[in-house]
Every structure is written in C-alpha cells, then in structure tokens.
C-alpha cells in the first residue's frame, strides 16, 4: 500500500519538464507492431501503462529495449494472437491491438479493456467500423473475449463514426493502412495526438491524408519500415502543472512547449484572469490577482478537453463566485467531487437542461444512468482543509493532488496506482517546485 502525505499551502514555483504523451506513445507502441522492422521511440514516459503495453508486446513475441526515456522494438512476427486477460485488465488501449493481429495474422482474441473505468467508454464505434473491413466479430460471455478474424484480409472501406471517437479513430487508422485499398473515415477525431500517429504511421511509410478536419483517408500499403519518432509532450501534464502554479499563488515555467492543442485551456485562463506568458522555449503560468468564475463545456477538440475538467473544478473552488462545469464526453467523470467536499469544496451536482441529449452528448445515451450528474456547480473562493482521499482513476488523482496542495494541514492519499499509470515521478516534480509532498510505502 503507497499513499501520498501533502502538506498544502506551499507556493508552487520555479522550472519543470513534461514527459511524452501517455495518449500517443500508447498507440505509437500498438503501432508499432505493424512491421518486423526495428523501430526508435523517443521520450518514452516511464508510467506503468507503458510498462504494461510493452509486456503485452513481448507477450505477442516482440523484442523492446528501453535507455532512459527512450526504446528499440521490433516484432519479428507474432507468436500468439491472444491477449492475456492479466495483462489487457491494466490498460484499457490493450484493446487496439485488434488492429495489427488482424492486420497480420488475421484473428486476434481480445478480452474486454481494462484501465480506469471512467464511464462505459464503448467499443461499438471500433467494432462498427471494423466488421466494414471485412473483420468478423463475436463476443463470448463465457470468456469475455471478443473473437475477431478477417479470413480475406482486412480491405478497405468507408465508415462514418456516429459520434467523435478518440480511440476508435486510432484503431481504424492502424488497421487501414495495410488493408488492400483505400478507407475513408468521416466524422473523425482532430486531436492533436491522432496527427501525431499520423505522422508516426507515415514515417513507417503508410499513405495518410488528413483532408479537412474530420476526413481522412488512408490508401492501403503492401508493407511498413523502420522508423524512428520522438514522443510530443503530455497537454494534461501541462495543464496539471499549470493549474498548480496558479491555484497555490505561485510560478511556475514549462520547458520545451508550446500553445499547440492548449489554446482553449489559454483562453479559458484569460477570462478568469490566470497569468501565463508563452515563451520561446516554453510557457510561465503564474498567478496574478482574484481568479474570476467561469462557464465551462468539455468537448472533443479543439474544445475544452474532458480530461482538463478535474483540475479545473479545483481551480474554481479558488474563484470568486459561482462557476459551472458541463461534462458532455462521459457520462460519469465527477467521481472526484466527493473527494473535494470532504475538504471543503462547495461543489453541488446536477444535470443541465439538454432539448436532445441522445444527439448534444457524445456518450451513448443507453450507458447513462439516473444517478450520473453531468454538471457541477463550483462556488468559491473556499479554503480548502486537509482530508483522506482516495483516487479513483487517473486524472482524479491529479485532480486530487492538486487539492491537497492547496489545502489546509496535510492530507493523506489512496490509489497511487492510478495516478502511476499517466504521471512520472510526479511528487518529485513537484517537491522540484517546493511542494510538500512525499510517497509513503506501507509493506
């Protein structure tokens, strides 16, 4: 058992680095796969969700070396077409590797994806746009596998995802770029990280076109090469940091950034009155005077990102008067806010008026459920005091951190797990910045 000790109320500041993207460099290593050739990866970010992608690769008969924050792989060719139940119930991207087996071997058996439970997060989109391909699809109860074959190969075809899709996206894109012929993917996802597998997949020699914001299409190849990509820094590491510099009243410079894929968190920071200066070398977020309350609604880029509305809950506690959040990707990521009342955050839940939900949410709307809240109400400024928390997934572990960092007394923290799964070296970053913060290890 490991937890955190914080004492709050220290100023963050000074200089600190972010990691590689834990939402590119899981899907560069499920690309990867696609060809026997070596491929370079560089800034690697050493989470244990890495960690748990590269067991499943070597698993599958690949071969990885890391050096530092950098790895060799190639995978000659597969040994098994089976993922370990063990290994896929630590990440939930375990899942895409449908991709590469159908890809090249024609059957893959995937159980259902673990990770943080942050919702139903559905695979219909995936599946839907697989069995386009040509892949056939059958999901045994008894096992809890999903049994996937493409007995002609994987070919290419024209699917319109039914709502923006992150993962499913990515999928698609690793399965057609050796399918025979060419895909097209309407209503695809435009986050930053997808572009960046863009690229990766292109270095490998794949044939990609991204022809306005939502169309790709991608003409199938006979085979991919070798190829070498370095890793884009994390937004959600930056946007966790940057919130700590603002909510503790302090200062604190980003190295190596720049305001790509942050430009919503950037505005949302002007209205409120947060200081930041984009540098040539990096970003200075600080505080600057009284935060004012803000109107938030998460949505798929270039909106404001899902994954930002935890910390920014925190930072609302500190604004003067009544701020909103509206969730509208899950239909269940408040687990937090339980967590925050207990120091108390005046935070109360609720569910705003939608004329059309099944078409305003991008959840399915059959997954929600008459206890889920997707708004929150956020009055501040509160002088948070400590608690004992307990974190629930991987961004409510921030979030959480974030609190207590700001918070009266010391507080103690459960589910360091989760927080390990997205974040480096976290309490030594921010012990760097003059946090109070140490990691407890109970044997």
Known sequence: MQRFEIVGGKKLKGEVKVFGSKNVVLKVLVAACLTS???????????????????????????????????????????SNKIALEKAAETRTSFMFLAPLLARKKEAIIPNPGG??????????????????????KYDSRDGFFHATAPNGLKGAYYKFEKSTHTGTETMLIAAVLAKGKTVLENAAAEPEIDELIAFLRRMGAKIVRENKRRIVIEGVEKLHKAS???????????????????????????????????????????????????????RFFYKGPLKPSQVTTTFYPGFMTDWQGPWAVLMTQANGASTLHETVYENRFNYVRELRKMGADIELYNPKVKNP???????????KKNHFHGAKITGPVRLHNGILTMTDIRAGATLVLGALVASGESILFGLEY?????????????????????????
């Open 37 to 79: 050739d070596e491929i370079d990866i560089e800034n690697v970010p050493l989470i244990s969700d890495v960690y748990a992608m590269t067991e499943i690769i070597e698993h599958l008969g690949g071969k990885i070396m890391f050096t530092d924050h950098s790895l060799v792989m190639h995978v000659n060719d597969f040994v």
């Open 358 to 368: 099944a078409k305003f949410y991008n959840f399915n709307i059959k997954d929600d």
């Open 229 to 283: 990509f370095i890793i884009a820094p994390d937004r959600n590491e930056i946007v966790t940091f940057a919130v700590g510099a603002i909510i503790t009243q302090g200062d604190v410079f980003i190295k190596d950034i720049t305001k790509r894929g942050l430009e919503e968190f950037l505005e949302m920071l002007k209205k409120i009155g947060a200081g930041f200066e984009i540098k040539k070398d990096g970003i």
């Open 116 to 137: 943080c439970r942050i919702g139903a997060r559905p695979i219909d989109r995936v599946i839907g746009g697989l069995k386009k391909m040509g892949v056939k699809v």
């Open 419 to 443: 927080l390990d799964r997205g974040y480096e070296n976290f309490e030594k970053r921010l012990k760097s910045l003059g946090a109070k913060i140490k990691r407890i290890n109970d044997i």
